[in-house]
């Protein structure tokens, strides 16, 4: 009591209730009905909740305005009405927050007292309680049915080893219901001793390593008989976290093991065939196609070794990437077709090049389970056949492309020459109709059968070779040559066994030889007809054919040719010239000409020859042979020989008496002048020793024997100064006439100086001639001039020069003017004239031959001299000269 | 002692009494040996003791022509260093060519005149004494004498 009474206590109670306590007063309607109620008092805990402090008389729907959609109200109403105390739950909140509350409503006079209490943890576990109840429930249908109805064994052991749980499979192959089995352990559900001892220790295993253990086993199924198992037993833990059940289920892997078995053994028997098989084999396995099995023919064929097995069969032969092989083999694997094909042209790598290989080539795929896994590959390799028969081929192909190109017809006889079969050609053994023929019949033309036979017979019997040109008779009559070769086929007894002949149709050639005959018979003949030496040679000199004048000169043998025909038929001093000569032209292609001696066979004597060749040239210009003449040409040679000879002699001879002439005149000079010297000196002592006992006619006598003397000398001077000019060639030189005069106005000098004479010259020419014989040409004219001038008149002797050409030559025209005495116009040509004198010997002193020189020098040089003069006016000479000389001896 | 020995080849008898007779009038003391050719001349260098001081070689003489003979005198040792000179009638360029060549000293034209000769002997032997090789440049004056050096 002390507690209502005290109220403070009382509230401290009423609001530290972890319940929430509303004191409420019922509000009545106008039908005196509850309908709502009046807050009175709420403690703190509902006043947290609904966060209004103001809440004291209140109305409760407002206030719990969220109570609406709840009964809440109502309850409060029929607790209020009934005074019967409820107890409900309900839920309370919002959308988000919703709590449910045990209400307790209690009337008390005319309050009602209200707890409430938040049972929401509690709601929601009891909720999901019954949740979890059902659906446990449902679980666990599901689960039994599951470990019931799988074929599977599903068990419990608990620690002992006893069964704690056993599916529906485990108790059917035990053959056992569930309390037989239930509780017991493995032996005494049947398994042997062996078998429940292994499980157990593996229970054991499992609990004390709290890990699963797998194994296979084999069991006697009481239905199925033996069956082995697939097992595996995993630990089940408790909370603590400790082993305190071993699971396990079991599966019957018989058939499968049963099927691996026989997927081994078939794999097995497999592999044993491919090792066993003679056959290259190879067997690749995935997209890759990794080679899995290959046997050692395979291996040996591409020439590795084991070490290629797993490897990708394009890595091992990277060579067939690209290849038509390659292709084939992705084709079977992808598509599954298989591949056969022979003499497969497969080039790779086998001894470490890269070599052609051909194979026949079988692929296969390997299908598993309705999939393409891979492939099998057989190879078998044919190379040497191939190539064997390419190379037949190909010497087939030879052979008929020779056949057609050699001949127009190729046969077969049997060893008798009886039976013919057409080869190759274009047939005229056409049909085959026409088997069974003779040869000779049939090919061989009536005349030519004798001989065919003859030379048949000995081929038969030598076993050689018949060759032969004959005649065949056309379909259309016609006669066409033929050139037949038949060779015998032996055998290993060198017997012959079959004949084989080619014949080619020489028509054409035949008729082609007999022309070239006919012609060449016309040219024999022809050439038998002159006169002269007629020789061909071939194109390397070798001499062929002669004509008839030749063998009837050298009566050599009709049937010498080449050089042991010819050159010893040469005089011995000619030979070698003449055969070196000859085969120089032969070479060169040059015309070949030469003169030489041959000895006529009847009377021994040599005759000149003059022999000529010439090469005749084909349409390209190539030399094929030479045409050759030999004329007689001793008469003309001998005269002409006779003719040098005589001319050498002449000529000899004038050069010996040129000589003498020299000779002569030199000594004639000295000896003549000897005496006359002799005069002179005689006669000086006597006039020494007559000194001044002459008398005036005396000294007037003596005078004149010396100059009588005197003129000797100079006569005798004159004549050898003549004759050496005559003889002596001089050599040309360049000689500049300005010089010579120069030289000549110096020696001249004390003669010009007496007759006070000038000698003008101006641009005289420099020439080709004998520089001593220019100057001795000048030399005459200038004295000549300073000796004939007029009395009185100093002598002026100009000289000029012009030039011309004429022929093709330049000349030089000099002209020498005078002023002295001059001459007639009439003595123009005799002055030149030698030893003639114009004047008197005394008035004048001179050889009467310089002049003569003159024009000898003159012409000599190939020039020319000429005078002109005027009687008491003077005299012009004009000298011409060439400017060159062509012979450089003059 | 100054060598007063003369040699003379010359197959004309006139010139070589000429010859002679100028040389007493110059010298009396100058002996010259005269010979007909040129191998006399030899014979005579050979018989002498005395090598005279010069010889003189005509060149047209029988037997033995001045060339040979000066051919010979060059090709002995006793002689070969006696002074020659060749004398001749006519002056060819070839003959003085040939002189030359053949080691001749000079080579002189015999003069027409008495008095001539007499100089040009003159010349030569008043230069004997001096060695006649020295005095050749004054003999050169002479229009007679060729002179080879």
């Known amino acids: 009591m002390e507690l209502i009474n005290n109220l403070e206590l009382f509230q401290t109670v009423f609001n530290s209730a972890p319940n929430g306590i509303a004191v409420l007063k019922s509000l009545y309607t106008s039908e005196n009905k509850v309908d709502d109620f009046s807050i009175l008092l709420l403690n703190t805990y509902i006043t947290n909740w609904i966060d209004d402090e103001d809440y004291k008389g209140k109305r409760f729907s407002k206030v719990f305005s969220k109570t609406k959609e709840t009964n809440i109200l109502e309850q409060f109403i029929e607790t209020a009405e009934t005074g019967i105390t409820t107890n409900f739950e309900e839920w309370y909140g919002d959308e988000t927050v919703k709590h449910c509350f045990r209400f307790t409503v209690v009337k008390q006079d005319e309050v009602l007292v209200v707890t409430m209490e938040d049972i929401t943890e509690k709601k929601e576990a009891e909720t999901a309680l019954n949740n979890a109840l059902p659906d446990a429930e449902k679980q666990k249908r599901l689960y039994n049915s599951i470990i019931n109805s799988t074929p599977d064994l599903v068990y419990v052991f608990d620690l002992d080893y006893k069964f704690t749980y056993a599916n529906k499979a485990l108790l059917t192959m035990w053959g056992k219901t569930a309390d037989d089995s239930i509780g017991r352990r493995l032996i005494e559900n049947g398994y042997e001793d062996w078998h429940a001892e292994m499980h157990e220790r593996e229970i054991d295993t499992v609990v004390a390593e709290k890990r699963s253990i797998r194994g296979t086993v084999s069991f006697p199924h009481a239905e199925l008989g033996r069956r082995i198992y697939d097992y595996i037993f995993v630990p089940v833990f408790n909370e603590k976290g400790e082993v305190e059940l071993v699971a396990g289920t079991t599966r019957d892997i018989t058939e499968s093991k049963q099927a691996e078995e026989k997927l081994q053994q078939s794999e097995n028997r497999f592999r044993k065939m491919i090792h066993q098989t003679p056959a290259p084999t190879l067997v690749l396995k995935g997209d890759d196609l990794v080679i899995e099995q290959i046997n050692k023919h395979m291996l040996q064929m591409i020439g590795r070794g084991q070490e290629i097995i797993g490897m990708r069969v394009i890595d091992v032969l990277p060579e067939l990437e690209g290849q038509y092989v390659w292709e084939q083999v992705l084709k079977v694997y992808n598509e599954g077709i298989p591949f056969d094909q022979s003499e497969v042209l497969v080039p790779h790598n086998r001894t470490g090049e890269l070599k052609n290989y051909y194979y026949n080539l079988a692929y296969r795929p390997l299908i598993e389970d309705g999939q393409i896994t891979g492939m099998i590959q057989v190879a078998v390799e044919v190379t040497q056949q191939v190539v064997a028969r390419q190379k037949m081929e190909e010497s087939e192909s030879r052979f008929r492309a020779l056949v057609n190109a050699s001949s127009d017809l190729v046969y077969r006889m049997d060893a008798d020459w009886m039976i013919m079969q057409d080869l190759e050609g274009d047939g005229h053994l056409d049909n085959q109709k026409e088997r069974g023929v003779n040869w000779l019949d049939k090919f061989i033309h009536a005349s030519d059968l004798q001989m065919a036979v003859h030379l048949i017979s000995k081929s038969i019997v030598d076993k050689s070779i018949f060759e032969m040109e004959h005649r065949v008779i056309n379909d259309d009559d016609s006669l066409r040559w033929v050139f037949s070769r038949v060779v015998p086929i032996l055998d290993d007894h060198n017997n012959i066994i079959e004949w084989f002949g080619a014949s080619s149709d020489i028509t054409s050639q035949k008729e082609l030889q007999n022309v070239i005959a006919e012609s060449e018979e016309r040219f024999r003949q022809l050439a038998d007809l002159v006169p002269q030496i007629i020789w061909t040679a071939n194109s390397e000199g070798f001499v062929d054919y002669y004509n008839s004048r030749w063998y009837e000169y050298t009566g050599f043998d009709e049937h010498e040719f080449g050089d042991s025909s010819w050159i010893s038929k040469l005089h011995a001093d000619d030979a070698y010239l003449v055969s070196k000569t000859w085969y120089e032209s032969v070479h060169a292609g040059l015309p070949y000409q030469l003169e030489f001696r041959l000895r006529n066979a009847k009377t021994g004597e040599y005759r000149w020859f003059l022999s000529k060749a010439l090469p005749i040239k084909d349409k390209e210009g190539v030399i094929t042979n030479w045409f050759g003449t030999c004329t007689d040409i001793h008469e003309q040679k001998s005269i002409t020989e006779k003719l040098e000879i005589l001319v050498a002699d002449r000529t000899k001879e004038l050069q010996r008496s040129n000589d003498d002439l020299q000779q002569f005149a030199h000594v004639a000079s000295h000896d003549l002048k000897e005496p006359v010297r002799k005069i002179k000196t005689f006669l000086s002592r006597l006039e020494d020793h007559m000194e001044g006992q002459f008398d005036e006619p005396s000294s007037r006598y003596i005078d004149r024997i010396h100059v009588a003397a005197d003129r000797m000398f100079n006569m005798i001077d004159g004549v050898l100064a003549y004759s050496k000019t005559n003889a002596d060639l001089q050599k040309a030189t360049i000689v500049d006439l300005n010089e010579v005069i120069k030289n000549i106005e110096t020696d001249l000098e004390i003669a010009l100086q007496q007759a006070n004479g000038k000698i003008y010259f101006e641009k005289l020419p420099i020439l080709e001639g004998a520089a001593v014989l220019l100057y001795q040409l000048f030399y005459n004219l200038i004295n000549n001039s300073i000796k004939f001038a007029q009395e009185n008149i100093p002598p002026q002797i100009k000289i000029t020069a012009t030039e011309k050409i004429e022929n093709d030559s330049k000349i030089a025209i000099i002209t020498v003017e005078d002023n002295g005495i001059g001459f007639d116009f009439d003595q123009t040509t005799r002055i030149f004239e030698t030893f003639t004198r114009l004047n008197s010997k005394d008035r004048y002193e001179g050889t009467g031959l310089g002049l003569s020189l003159c024009k000898k020098i003159a012409e000599r040089h190939g020039g020319s001299i000429t005078a002109t003069g005027t009687v008491n006016k003077g005299a012009t000479f004009v000298i011409t000269l060439p400017f060159e000389q062509k012979i450089k001896d003059i | ?149």
């Open chain 2, 1 to 149: 002692m100054m060598n007063k020995i003369i040699l003379l080849a010359d197959d004309d008898w006139d010139d070589t009494e000429m010859f002679c007779e100028a040389l007493a009038d110059i010298d009396e003391n100058i002996i010259c040996h005269c010979a007909e050719n040129g191998d006399v001349a030899l014979k005579m260098l050979k018989d002498h003791d005395k090598i005279p001081g010069i010889i003189f070689l005509d060149l047209n003489m029988p037997v033995m022509n001045g060339w040979e003979c000066l051919k010979e005198i060059k090709q002995d040792e006793r002689y070969k260093d006696i002074p020659v000179i060749m004398i001749s009638t006519s002056s060819h360029k070839n003959d003085m060519e040939t002189a030359a060549s053949l080691g001749a000293l000079c080579y002189f034209v015999k003069p027409n005149t008495f008095k001539d000769l007499k100089q040009v002997l003159e010349l030569i032997t008043s230069n004997l004494e001096n060695g006649l090789k020295e005095a050749l440049p004054h003999l050169e004056k002479n229009k007679y004498l060729h002179v080879f050096l």
